[in-house]
């Protein structure tokens, strides 16, 4: 994730989804897009201390609940 901050934050502020974590209830995973590429920028943050607890870049989105999407 390296030179991909700008990527992670904009993920944070404008996700095409938002689903509950499986392992963490007061965490979301927020999914976004890499431009140029197929892949898609998933961010795990706590909500609830509001902080990102992880960022990394993945081919498909994990199955789970949706929260939000667009």
């Known amino acids: 994730m390296a030179g991909k901050r700008q990527h992670v934050e904009t993920t944070l502020q ?14 979301r995973v ?9 892949l898609n920028v998933v961010v795990v943050a706590d909500i609830l201390k509001g902080w990102v607890k992880t960022a990394y870049l993945a081919r498909k989105k994990k199955q789970g609940i949706v929260e939000w999407s667009r």
């Open 14 to 27: 404008q996700p095409h989804e938002i689903h509950f974590s499986a392992a963490d209830p007061d965490c």
């Open 30 to 38: 927020y999914y976004g897009s890499l431009p140029g590429t197929s």
